[in-house]
């Protein structure tokens, strides 16, 4: 049975409070609504209205306020000025790719020679290795540069420094205890700083200081690389994030790069020739990046963001595709898999576990996070091989994985993440137990919590007053994500006509709806089987903008749909 949403509508603005939006956005300078939009993002004086809607692309921070930048910077311009050569060790997710290309591109620009290692899912995990050490030391690395990862590296820095390698750590995961003995470490985390960049963000900042130091401009297809890689790691969009996804979209836009050419034009759909939007990269750029390290090795995934010619950029993203092709794939049958497992665990139960062996580890992570969404609860999705269980799991508020796993640390043979994703390793002979206690710990957390699914909902508003000047407004609220969410509406009795469904077992729905004689065409995705009745009905939904032919095309994008309540 489909869990209904309970609405949730933001409490108004104080009684008095108005932002003259007189030259930032003229047409709607006095309108109750966007002071509302506003107000509910903490936005509630004239300038920083200004700086949000208006934002300056010279409004970058200075990227010596990270801690270390100054000896990382001049230290790397210095191995490529006396031609060493620079290992620079990633991570195989969207981040982690792209803070790699990042600094592989910034080394060879400035006439060095990189090194990239990405680790492989299934046979290095996450994390530097001892292996990577060894790697970079046989090819004759003296630097290694590591981006998205590091920064509890103290064994594999201490062996690095042992063969005369020396480390520069660029991170921005949480620190905890003892760092590693690393030449520099720059990590937002380890000052007050406490910035809210990604791993391809901390890059970005560091290509910043490094190509200033040899007096040149940045190019701006690193900018294009941050914001995909702050977009795909969910950075908050909110400060430098928000400048580096606003401008770095816009690069994409015109960017001649051939990589990122073939990627864009290999992953945009067919109503989505207009601009790149947060949307698009999330769902339509990422999992294509994401794909090959799901099953295994990333390598074509740096390779297309490093590469310089424009054929060899082609055969790539036709790989990238064919690879998303076999994940999703690969997530239906292993949905279908467990389902017998979910519907024979105990109602009571307050964790999902679910066996899936022989599929590749990189669809363990999407499995539990869609069993978390899907039934509201904690989920470990694991599989088996040669006695030892590799898990991966993803929460619900009020339930922190890791703080759940750490009491266990003895019993497992690695363990990792943060509150809301995690995964560990573990004996066979030990699964059981720990999931009985991991069961155990999230009963006790989410004792007597509201498992309803909330819908937060910006306003209340009548249809008909929805005009296209708001929907120009929300667009100069881009780009969208986490801590800057696109706008929810909710309106009220409204009439439905030409409803039709759509998709595979008509699992969404498309629509006109009218209002005191306006009417606007409607699309609702997973809402193909909503209970409408017969009459009138409220809907919750945001603003949707494509281009088709060149003309731009306004719709609603229907979030959920109900009989009207009165």
């Known amino acids: 049975m489909k869990t209904l949403k309970k609405w949730r509508v933001a409490p108004p603005p104080p009684d008095g409070f108005h932002l003259d939006l007189g030259g930032v956005s003229p047409v709607l300078a006095h309108s109750p609504l966007v002071n509302r939009l506003l107000f509910n993002r903490n936005i509630k004086s004239r300038a920083i209205a200004r700086a949000y809607l208006n934002p300056s692309p010279h409004g970058f921070t200075d990227p010596y306020l990270l801690p270390d930048m100054e000896k990382a ?32 591109r910034m080394v060879e620009d400035l006439g060095g020679t990189a090194f990239p290692f990405i680790p492989h899912r299934e046979e290095d995990g996450h994390g530097l290795s001892m292996q990577a050490i060894k790697s970079f030391v046989d090819a004759g690395v003296q630097l290694i540069v590591t981006v998205d990862t590091g920064s509890t590296a103290i064994e594999e820095v201490a062996a690095a420094n042992a063969a005369g390698v020396e480390t520069i750590i660029t991170d921005h995961h949480l620190l905890d205890g003892e760092l590693p003995a690393a030449y520099a470490l720059v990590n937002p985390q380890s000052d007050e700083i406490a910035a809210p960049l990604t791993g391809a963000g901390v890059a970005f900042k560091l290509a910043q200081a490094v190509f200033g130091l040899s007096g040149k401009d940045v190019p701006y297809d690193l900018l294009v690389l941050a914001a995909l890689g702050t977009i795909g790691d969910s950075g908050p969009l909110v400060g430098e994030n928000r400048l580096i996804t606003r401008f770095g979209l816009e690069e994409l836009g015109r960017t001649r790069h051939p990589g990122l050419q073939a990627l864009l034009d290999i992953s945009r759909p067919p109503s989505a020739n207009g601009r790149p939007t947060t949307e698009l990269i999330a769902y339509y750029v990422s999992p294509r990046l994401n794909a090959p390290g799901r099953l295994g090795d990333a390598e074509p995934s740096l390779r297309i963001l490093t590469t310089r010619d424009r054929e060899e950029a082609a055969v790539l993203a036709a790989r990238l595709d064919s690879a998303n092709n076999e994940r999703k794939r690969l997530s239906e049958a292993v949905w279908e898999e467990v389902r017998p497992q979910i519907s024979s665990r105990p109602a009571e139960s307050n964790l999902i576990a679910v066996r899936c062996d022989g599929f590749p580890a990189g669809i363990l992570g999407p499995l539990a996070g869609r069993l978390s969404e899907e039934y509201q609860s904690p989920a470990v999705a694991y599989s088996v091989t040669d006695g030892v269980a590799r898990a991966s799991m993803r929460s619900v508020p009020g339930f922190d994985l890791h703080s759940a796993l750490t009491p266990l640390g003895t ?71 986490a801590a800057n969410e696109k706008p929810v509406f909710m309106s009220r009795g409204v009439t439905p006509l030409e409803v039709k469904t759509m998709g595979a077992g008509g699992r969404h729905l498309r629509m006109t709806l009218e209002d005191e004689g306006r009417r606007v065409n409607a699309i609702g995705f997973g809402l193909g089987d909503a209970p409408l009745g017969r009459g009138r009905v409220d809907i919750a939904y945001e603003l949707r903008s494509d281009t088709w032919k060149g003309r731009v095309r306004h719709e609603l994008g229907l979030l959920d749909i109900r009989p009207a309540q009165r």
Do not use: C, K
């Not at 790397?76 to 060493?84: F, K, W």
């Open 411 to 481: 019993s497992l043979v690695r363990f990792g993440g943060h509150a809301a994703a995690a995964g560990f390793t573990v004996e066979i002979g030990y699964l059981d137990p720990v999931l009985a206690e991991l069961e155990r710990a999230a009963t006790w957390s989410l004792m007597g919590r509201d498992q309803d699914i909330i819908l937060n909902i910006d306003a209340e508003t009548p249809l008909s007053e929805m005009g296209a000047s708001m929907w120009d407004f929300v667009a100069a609220m881009e780009p969208f994500g």
């Open 73 to 104: 910077a001049n230290r790397i311009l210095l191995a490529v000025r006396n031609g060493e050569r620079v290992g620079v060790f990633g991570d195989f997710d969207v981040d982690g790719l792209t803070a790699t290309a990042i600094i592989v």
